[in-house]
């Protein structure tokens, strides 16, 4: 559905002739949307647990993890550069793929992790799409943006413990990502300090990756 949005925007932004990046209220939508997706996948292995899952449930759940995750987020990477910069569009395409290829290769390895594990290997793919996109919202230049989302992508597929959210942890991230709906809301209705609250909120996501696996570390 984020994608479909990104889409239509885009068409009708290029048939009006209209210069520029897109309106925000077309990427806000998208980036909600993913933000949806994000809460229901901290939920979802809760569900499947309580009232059954499936070998056929879990591949599905990875399959809509590389939609949601990994072709969504690429998909912004690619509208992004080709708004940027004149040589943006083909190191875009360069930057999504291996956007792409890290959620994949991140969600491969997390099949064969152990359930009763405490910690992710890795950065999540949830959290690493929620990067690559408030990146992509903070438009960067096009070469700084493009070090800082493959950042992003070696962070994925890195050996950086962090820690899984349980019990409280789960609901206060629900938390973030519903604040994190508001200050887009904000954003796009081009509320006053709207673009203050974004950039709080990508502060804040570049304290929690730098934090987390410190503090797993320290319980460890």
């Given at each position: 559905?984020?994608?479909?949005?990104?889409?239509?925007?885009?068409?009708a932004?290029?048939?009006?002739?209209?210069?520029?990046?897109?309106?925000?209220?077309a990427?806000?939508?998208?980036?909600?949307?993913?933000?949806?997706?994000a809460?229901f996948?901290?939920?979802?292995?809760?569900?499947?647990r309580?009232?059954g899952?499936?070998?056929?449930?879990?591949e599905?759940?990875?399959?809509?993890?590389?939609?949601?995750?990994?072709?969504?987020?690429?998909f912004?990477v690619v509208l992004?550069?080709?708004?940027?910069?004149?040589?943006?569009?083909?190191?875009?395409?360069?930057?999504?793929?291996?956007?792409?290829?890290?959620?994949?290769?991140?969600?491969a390895?997390?099949?064969?992790?152990?359930?009763?594990?405490?910690?992710f290997?890795g950065?999540?793919s949830?959290?690493?799409?929620?990067?690559v996109?408030v990146?992509?919202l903070?438009?960067?230049?096009v070469?700084?943006?493009?070090?800082?989302?493959?950042?992003?992508?070696?962070?994925?597929?890195?050996?950086?413990r962090?820690?899984?959210?349980?019990?409280?942890?789960?609901y206060?991230?629900l938390?973030c990502?519903?604040?994190?709906?508001?200050?887009?809301?904000?954003?796009?209705?081009h509320a006053?300090?709207?673009?203050?609250?974004?950039?709080l909120?990508a502060?804040?996501m570049?304290?929690?990756l730098?934090?987390?696996p410190v503090?797993?570390?320290?319980?460890?």
């Amino acid at each position: 559905m984020a994608v479909c949005q990104l889409v239509a925007a885009q068409l009708a932004h290029s048939s009006a002739g209209l210069p520029g990046p897109l309106p925000r209220e077309a990427v806000a939508t998208s980036i909600v949307l993913l933000l949806g997706a994000a809460a229901f996948d901290l939920f979802d292995g809760r569900v499947a647990r309580r009232f059954g899952g499936s070998v056929m449930g879990a591949e599905l759940d990875n399959l809509a993890d590389v939609i949601s995750f990994g072709v969504a987020p690429a998909f912004f990477v690619v509208l992004w550069g080709s708004f940027s910069h004149s040589a943006g569009s083909l190191l875009s395409l360069v930057v999504a793929a291996a956007v792409l290829l890290a959620v994949v290769v991140r969600l491969a390895r997390f099949s064969f992790q152990g359930a009763g594990e405490r910690h992710f290997t890795g950065l999540p793919s949830p959290f690493g799409a929620m990067a690559v996109v408030v990146i992509v919202l903070l438009h960067p230049p096009v070469y700084l943006g493009s070090i800082a989302i493959l950042t992003v992508a070696w962070l994925m597929v890195s050996h950086i413990r962090y820690p899984k959210p349980r019990g409280r942890s789960a609901y206060a991230v629900l938390a973030c990502l519903a604040g994190g709906a508001g200050c887009l809301t904000a954003w796009a209705m081009h509320a006053p300090g709207g673009k203050l609250l974004l950039s709080l909120g990508a502060l804040l996501m570049l304290v929690v990756l730098v934090l987390a696996p410190v503090s797993l570390r320290r319980r460890s």
